[in-house]
């Protein structure tokens, strides 16, 4: 069935470093793939999508492209903040409906 | 409200007993999910809503478990003689639509449920 692995944490970097979250899909069909935050004590909140290959999704900052040769889609930030830390989700949609499959989290931690 | 609002935050409840875990979508969402996310995993789908109809139960993990919209806004997720493998923390989510494949969800913060 449908899968998500995403990068074990925890991942501790100092402020302005780089980020890279792993995250990787089953090859069925043809899923949007997406990025989820949880901030501490809120619920989850959408960061970026893309919903076809090569499609590149941004926002505050990250970004992740949708790599369909390497069923890819790794989340990336240039530099980080200590308000990024959070916990990352990949998520891939079903080919046909609504459900999303979740990996497993990456909780980020940004030290000063 | 401006978002999604489960209640209640924590609920402790002894094996067998029965609990209702609520959600208020967002006014005038169409679609609403209920997601189980243990510790450690990310969250699982349970049910789907489309106004007051239940569409899709596929994940519910057993039929001790019951969901229900009546009115097509609040909805309640119920368990029954609860077991220990149903502590989890219980996330409800809305969309605006019909739930298609890339509509975006809002959550809520969830109902963190331990069955002692």
């Known amino acids: 069935g449908d899968s998500v692995t995403q990068m074990e944490g925890p991942v501790t970097l100092s402020e302005e470093a780089f980020l890279t979250i792993n995250c990787t899909y089953t090859a069925t069909g043809y899923p949007s793939l997406f990025w989820y935050v949880q901030y501490p004590g809120e619920g989850l909140q959408l960061l970026l999508k893309?919903?076809?290959?090569?499609d590149k999704g941004s926002n505050k900052g990250f970004e992740a492209t949708y790599r369909k040769e390497t069923t890819s889609f790794h989340l990336e930030k240039g530099s980080v903040q200590v308000s990024d830390s959070a916990v990352y989700f990949c998520a891939r949609g079903s080919n046909s409906n609504y459900k999303l499959t979740f990996g497993k989290g990456t909780l980020l931690t940004v030290n000063p | 409200g401006a978002g999604v609002s489960q209640s209640p935050r924590y609920k402790v409840a002894k094996r067998g007993q029965d609990v209702a875990l609520r959600c208020d979508p967002i006014s005038g969402h169409v679609s609403l999910f209920w997601y189980q996310q243990a510790l450690g995993q990310g969250p699982e789908f349970l049910t789907y809503?489309?106004?007051?109809?239940?569409?899709?139960k596929s994940g519910l993990p057993s039929d001790r478990f019951f969901a229900e919209r009546p009115e097509g806004s609040v909805s309640t997720l119920k368990i029954q003689r609860t077991q220990q493998e149903d502590s989890a923390v219980y996330l409800c989510?809305?969309?605006?639509?019909?739930?298609?494949?890339?509509?975006?969800?809002?959550f809520g913060s969830g109902t963190q449920l331990s069955v002692l």
């Open positions: 989510a809305s969309s605006l639509a019909g739930g298609g494949r890339d509509e975006k969800l809002f």
């Open positions: 893309a919903t076809k290959a090569d």
């Open positions: 809503f489309q106004n007051e109809a239940q569409l899709d």
